[in-house]
T-cell receptor, first 115, second 112 residues
């Protein structure tokens, strides 16, 4: 079975540029989560969706960050304009539902470097 | 609020040694508990889970028992291998519309 698919795997860009990260959740999963991982702050939840609707975006660091889920099989995380402190590994995860017994399944991440 | 506390790392062991990684939690209600593993350069993978008190989750030789009385979910393996070298995260989910609450993670290195 296909897992969570993220693209690109690596992104290097200059500060000020727009960055778009993409995620395809596991088919049939209704919940989708975006995380950021850094050495300093560990794993942080940025935003999550249920049935394509954003449920909690309190982890989004600033207005420069936005996320959309136009349909059940696709989500984007956008940073505009990007800054060097946004450099991190960004993970997408999906879950069958928000019911607590269901685990989240993670993609391999996008390693983002802002120069 | 919900929280997960993991023992401080890193942990270095010799191959075939016994492993225990401690995890305790604070949660409202009755959470589900998870262990995730992250190998270098990869995403987090679900290692095992337990959804109610006294449940034992197991996978790949790893085990963890949901202990409600001590609010713990310690990870154990009887004989570690070099290939077990990774970062291990304890996590919980509690309540409706719940998100995962992660511990800080602990790095395990296994020497040949």
């Amino acid at each position: 079975d296909a897992g969570v698919i993220q693209s690109p795997r690596h992104e290097v860009t200059e500060m000020g540029q727009e960055v778009t990260l993409r995620c395809k959740p596991i088919s049939g999963h209704n919940s989708l989560f975006w995380y950021r991982q850094t050495m300093m702050r560990g794993l942080e939840l940025l935003i999550y969706f249920n049935n394509n609707v954003p449920i909690d975006d309190s982890g989004m660091p600033e207005d420069r960050f936005s996320a959309k889920m136009p349909n059940a099989s696709f989500s984007t995380l956008k940073i505009q304009p990007s800054e060097p402190r946004d450099s991190a590994v960004y993970f997408c995860a999906s879950s069958l539902s928000l019911e607590k017994t269901w685990p989240q399944h993670f993609g391999d991440g996008t390693r983002l470097s802002i120069l | 609020g919900n929280s997960v506390t993991q023992m401080e790392g890193p942990v270095t062991l010799s191959e075939e040694a016994f492993l225990t990684i401690n995890c305790t939690y604070t949660a409202t209600g009755y959470p589900s508990l998870f262990w995730y593993v992250q190998y270098p350069g990869e995403g987090l993978q679900l290692l095992l889970k337990a959804t109610k008190a006294d449940d034992k989750g197991s996978n790949k030789g790893f085990e963890a028992t949901y202990r409600k009385e001590t609010t713990s979910f310690h990870l154990e393996k009887g004989s570690v291998q070099v290939s077990d070298s990774a970062v291990y995260f304890c996590a919980l989910r509690a309540g409706a519309n719940s998100k995962l609450t992660f511990g800080k993670g602990i790095t395990l290195s296994v020497r040949p």
